[in-house]
């Protein structure tokens, strides 16, 4: 599998619930956010993002909610399904380094 | 649509070796990066080129380490001499341009130093 934190966080929910992932981003002149999913043995795989002017973005079951005074983003999934499964991490864009700082990650884990 | 391709999937090497990762970025995007993942670090980026030009390779752990890319559909990091410590799994990612886009990750190099 993966490699990834000794300590990632861990969100355990049952098929068919909402789940909601958070992140806790670092620098308030980060400009673009991004999630992204990682399955076992893969590279990680995009989901969404949002620019810093827009607080909310939907996608297909995903949305994505910036909240910049407190610096935190999160990612609701719908209806979870077994195949949600995997490692969920955020990454920010900081203005001007022309680069993304990726998360620690939290590792989702959908029970039957 | 074959998305970023790395080679190879799996390498073994013994300590003192040389190791050469490569990567093929999807064709017309314009910027490439290479990333370390491990158990204690999680995802670090070591470099990023723009346009086959290296631009920031501040996350590169040190000498032994080193990437280029000769044209806009190869890149190449290598670790020259590897050690146990350098085991992880390497990323290869691009995108469109510099920044503000999403990157597309290739499957990774699982490299393991004995």
């Known amino acids: 599998g993966e490699s990834v934190g000794l300590h990632l966080p861990t969100l355990s929910v049952q098929e068919g619930d909402n789940s909601i992932i958070n992140c806790a981003y670092s620098n308030s002149a980060s400009d673009y956010f991004i999630w992204y999913k990682q399955e076992s043995g893969k590279g990680p795989q995009f989901i969404i993002d949002i620019r810093s002017n827009m607080d909310k973005r939907q996608g297909q079951r995903v949305t994505v909610l910036l909240n910049k005074t407190v610096k935190h983003l999160s990612l609701q999934i719908a209806a979870t399904q077994p195949g949600d499964s995997a490692v969920y991490f955020c990454a920010e864009n900081i203005q001007g380094a022309q680069k993304l700082v990726f998360g620690q990650g939290t590792r989702l884990t959908i029970n039957p | ?114």
């Open chain 2, 1 to 114: 649509d074959a998305g970023v391709i790395q080679s190879p999937r799996h390498e073994v090497t013994e300590m003192g070796q040389e190791v050469t990762l490569r990567c093929k970025p999807i064709s017309g995007h314009n910027s490439l990066f290479w990333y370390r993942q491990t158990m204690m670090r999680g995802l670090e980026l070591l470099i990023y080129f723009n346009n086959n030009v290296p631009i920031d390779d501040s996350g590169m752990p040190e000498d032994r380490f080193s990437a280029k890319m000769p044209n806009a559909s190869f890149s190449t990091l290598k670790i020259q001499p590897s050690e146990p410590r350098d085991s992880a799994v390497y990323f290869c990612a691009s995108t469109r341009a510099g920044w503000g886009y999403e990157q597309y990750f290739g499957p990774g190099t699982r490299l393991t130093v004995t």
